[in-house]
Every structure is written in C-alpha cells, then in structure tokens.
T-cell receptor, first 116, second 116 residues
Framework: NAGVTQTPKFQVLKTGQSMTLQCAQD?????MSWYRQDPGMGLRLIHY???????DQGEVPNGYNVSRSTTEDFPLRLLSAAPSQTSVYFC???????????????FGPGTRLTVT | GQQLNQSPQSMFIQEGEDVSMNCTSS?????WLWYKQDPGEGPVLLIA?????ELTSNGRLTAQFGITRKDSFLNISASIPSDVGIYFC????????????????FGSGTQLTVLP
C-alpha cells in the first residue's frame, strides 16, 4: 500500500511550456485534490474531484486543468507555465469527504516546480 | 473563501518544554485536523477531531475541538528535536453544499524550532 504517490519530485520549466503532474492513490479513495503551497500562504486548493469523471474548481484554478478518468489517478496539467506557478504542489486523497463522515486527507510527497 | 487564523506563526522552544498552538475561525467547522510537515515532505496527519469538545491524544500530542466549533488547539508535551517542523490546522466548514463540504481550509502553519 503506497498511499498517495506523485511524480516528478522536481521539475524546471520555461515560461510557456506545458507539463502534467502525476498523482495516484491505491486506497480506493473517492475524493482527490490538488493544492499548491507557497511561503506564508499555507495550502491553497487548485482543483478537486469527488469521483471518477467528476472534477471542480478550488480556490486558485486559473492556469490548471484536471481530469479524473479512473478512481486511482488525478493528473494536474499546466497548459502554459508562468513564473507565478512556481510552487510546491501536493496531491491529497480521502475516503469520502461528505460532511459528517471521516474525511481525513492523506498527502503525497509533493512536486517542486520552478518556472523560469 | 474560508479563513483560518493559526497562531503563533513560529515558536522557538527548549527541548523538554511543552508547546501550544491554536486555530480560530469566524465560521463553524464540523471537522478539525492537525498535520505536521517535515522539510521537503508532504503534510502528515497527526490528529482528527469530529465532535465539539472532543479531546484526542496521539502520544505526546493532544488536540481539542472547541465547544463553539470555531477553534481548535494542539499541545505537544516534553518536546524533542524531531518535533521540529511546520504544524498545520485544517478544518472542514459546516456547509450544506455537498461540493464545498468536502473541501478543507488550511491555516498558514506554525513553524516549530526545538533548541537543544
């Protein structure tokens, strides 16, 4: 049971390049999410998914796309990287997330992205 | 979006001392979670709280869900060097919307340094 895995661990992009950050979980969790972490700003939600085929925007979705074709995978796409997207990106998952349910989110190790 | 006020932002303590940090919100939460993040790693769940007034321990860590449902605190007793890291609170707002009910709001973190 690997939990939440993310690849790559580090990435450097030039402005305008595109890339996909990979996230996978093997816990059969319905809910998956992407956060970015910037100094002094905590974790901010980018996009989330409540199940395969269902995604929605979080607090800071601009510049990012997601899809959820399987329960296990939730990739994050940067279509045209900008220096403002330099950050650490975390993927997380939880069993359900419904109000009143036990919905602890488990995090991956992160992807450290630099856009020059 | 929702805002969590986490304090203090940073703490420098001597090994063996007790530590206390807290989070407050202007709105009601139905879940409080406490995470620890080591450098270069993803946040790791320490304690989850689901009921107002609930007091839960995990080794030397104790956390409580405030009775007003708008705050939570985390105590660490007899600190040791490996307690160093950033501690985050996270809360799930009490919302009737099934989408937003799944989202967590994170505090900005407390950076803990333990001096020998």
């Amino acid at each position: 049971n690997a939990g939440v895995t993310q690849t790559p661990k580090f990435q450097v992009l030039k402005t305008g390049q595109s890339m996909t950050l990979q996230c996978a979980q093997d816990m059969n969790h319905e809910y998956m999410s992407w956060y970015r972490q910037d100094p002094g700003m905590g974790l901010r939600l980018i996009h989330y998914s409540v199940g395969a085929g269902i995604t929605d925007q979080g607090e800071v979705p601009n510049g990012y796309n997601v899809s959820r074709s399987t329960t296990e995978d939730f990739p994050l796409r940067l279509l045209s990287a900008a220096p403002s997207q330099t950050s650490v990106y975390f993927c997380a998952s939880s069993y359900s997330g419904l109000a009143g349910a036990k919905n602890e989110q488990y995090f991956g190790p992160g992807t450290r992205l630099t856009v020059t | 979006g929702q805002q969590l006020n986490q304090s203090p932002q940073s703490m420098f303590i001597q090994e063996g001392e007790d530590v206390s940090m807290n989070c407050t919100s202007s709105s009601i939460f139905n879940t409080w979670l406490w995470y620890k993040q080591d450098p270069g790693e993803g946040p790791v769940l320490l304690i989850a709280l689901y009921k107002a007034g609930e007091l839960t321990s995990n080794g030397r860590l104790t956390a409580q869900f405030g009775i007003t449902r708008k705050d939570s605190f985390l105590n660490i007793s007899a600190s040791i060097p490996s307690d160093v890291g950033i501690y985050f609170c996270a809360g799930q707002p009490s919302s009737i919307s099934s989408g937003s009910a799944r989202q967590l709001t994170f505090g900005s973190g407390t950076q803990l340094t333990v001096l020998p």
